[in-house]
């Protein structure tokens, strides 16, 4: 976004003393679009504690401001929305920047499918390369247009449809942007909206939408097929949300305090949604020391606290089907598994190529890189693991404009003979703006 500075910030990371001490990380991503969203849907003021203040939400708040609704943040961090009512968003005046943030893209085009109105959204090199087929597709057929750049990608025109036609839709890939796009058409269409979900994703925008007032109802089958439908020109009644910690972001020093000898760390009040909670149980099954202490639900979302202690790794070859409840957690397992005994293999990962980068690509030349053996595949990776000997170690990393790569090679860093050097920390901003105060926190940085 163009908060960034304009030049790289690159950093070392270099061998850690054993880490400890007690964190929290900012509140979740996934979660903190949809309450900004939501809020800018419903008549009357919603409050948002623990917010997420990293770009990609704030390029959110910015897309709902440029769109009507009143949004403020208090000095005790608190967010205040006035909402404008569901098909109530108005003209955005300009185009919406939408930096490097898929999730904001892909659902503002869904909220706005079933609006009468024109925008036009932009975004950086690596959101521009990002394909929206997947979303463009089911809400043409919802009545909404796209001028698309080649390929399908921004930057990219849409004129909503209002009223729009209500979908019944099968997942082609397992999205839960794909899915939440839908969704959020589907608040301002007559009718009822159908989505079918053969292979669960992340549920916030199913369990806000709840909260929010909507009728919505999800049918599981006995193949765990998810079956959701909503009833559409929905009202949606302001609410009070505390958002919890972000797995997503909780994974960095959960590995990190695996893989540095002798640690022992808690980190407080993680989301523990099912959905989202597929690292923890891999680096369980690898032999990682993870224990949920305290568990408490939390705006809704299953929260606890983890207590993680240096433990000994083994390789493994985990069941795809985990993918999606830790599809932004493969890079940092990656670097478990680069510091596990034996080899990882990882397949049916597909859809790494398509996040803020090739995952796959990236990760594999980053793991060359610092002197891990691996093997890239099409659909994954396989790595052969050092045993807990210290990696190599150098670099610079590139991290290709996605934070999750800088922040896994930072860990890796943390485990390093010689250091690892990151091309550019700045990405990181978008979803974890504490991650090197916090990591200084825990004793990580000599
Ligand atoms: C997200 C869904 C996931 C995830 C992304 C956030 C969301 O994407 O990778 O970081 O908030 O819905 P997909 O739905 O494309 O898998």
């Known amino acids: 976004m163009s908060s960034h500075n304009d030049q790289p910030a690159p950093m070392t990371f270099t061998a850690a003393p054993p880490l400890s001490g007690a964190v929290t990380v900012p509140g979740d991503k996934s979660i903190s679009h949809r309450s900004l969203m939501l809020s800018a849907l419903a008549v009357g003021e919603s409050r948002v504690e623990g917010l997420l203040e990293g770009e990609d939400v704030l ?9 009507g609704a009143d949004i403020q943040r208090d000095e005790d961090g ?30 503002l085009m869904g909220l706005l499918a079933s609006h009468d109105l024109t925008a036009t959204f932009t975004g950086d090199a690596s959101l521009s390369k990002r394909p929206m087929a997947r979303v463009t597709e089911p809400l043409s057929r919802m009545g909404a247009s796209f001028t698309s750049s080649p390929g399908d990608r921004l930057p990219l025109t849409m004129k909503g449809a209002c009223p729009a036609v209500p979908l019944d839709y099968r997942l082609p890939v397992a999205s839960a942007q794909v899915k939440s796009a839908i969704l959020l058409a589907g608040l301002n269409t007559p009718g009822i909206t159908r989505v079918v979900e053969p292979i669960p994703t992340r549920d916030h925008s199913e369990r806000m939408l709840r909260g929010f007032g909507a009728d919505l109802n999800v049918e599981v089958e006995a193949d765990g097929t998810r079956i959701i439908t909503l009833v ?16 997503s972001s909780a994974a960095f020093p959960m590995v990190a305090a695996l893989l540095v000898p002798g640690s022992q760390v808690t980190i407080a009040n993680v989301g523990l949604n099912d959905t989202r909670a597929g690292l923890i149980a891999l680096l369980q099954d690898m032999g990682g020391s993870i224990e949920i202490v305290n568990r408490r639900e939390v705006g809704g979302e299953p929260v ?111 485990v390093s003979r010689d250091g690892v050097t990151i091309d550019d920390m700045r990405p990181v901003a978008t979803s974890f703006p504490t991650f090197v105060p916090l990591l200084q926190t825990l004793g990580a940085l000599t």
Not at 59 to 67: D, E, G, L, N, P
Not at 232 to 239: F, N, S, T, W
């Open 59 to 67: 390029a959110t708040a910015a897309a709902m401001r440029a769109m």
């Open 232 to 247: 559409g020109e929905a009202e949606l009644k302001p609410q009070r949300i505390t958002v919890p910690g972000d797995p």
């Open 78 to 107: 608190i967010w205040h929305i006035h909402g404008v009512g569901v098909g109530g968003l108005l003209q955005p005046q300009t185009a919406l920047d939408m930096g490097n943030s898929g999730t904001s893209t892909r659902l």
């Open 304 to 414: 606890g606290d983890l207590i993680v202690t240096a433990s000994t790794l083994q390789g493994i070859e985990p069941d795809p089907a985990r993918a999606p409840s830790m599809i932004d957690e493969y890079p940092v397992a990656f670097i478990a598994a680069a510091m596990a005994q034996g080899r990882s293999v990882f397949r049916g990962l597909e859809e790494l190529r398509v996040k803020e980068s090739d995952r796959i690509a990236t990760m594999a030349a980053g793991l060359r890189a610092i002197g891990v053996t691996v093997e890239e595949l099409e659909d994954g990776i396989i790595i052969e693991g050092a045993g807990g000997t210290p990696l190599p170690g150098g670099g610079p990393i590139a991290t290709k404009l996605d934070h999750r790569i800088a922040m896994s090679f930072a860990v890796a860093g943390l």
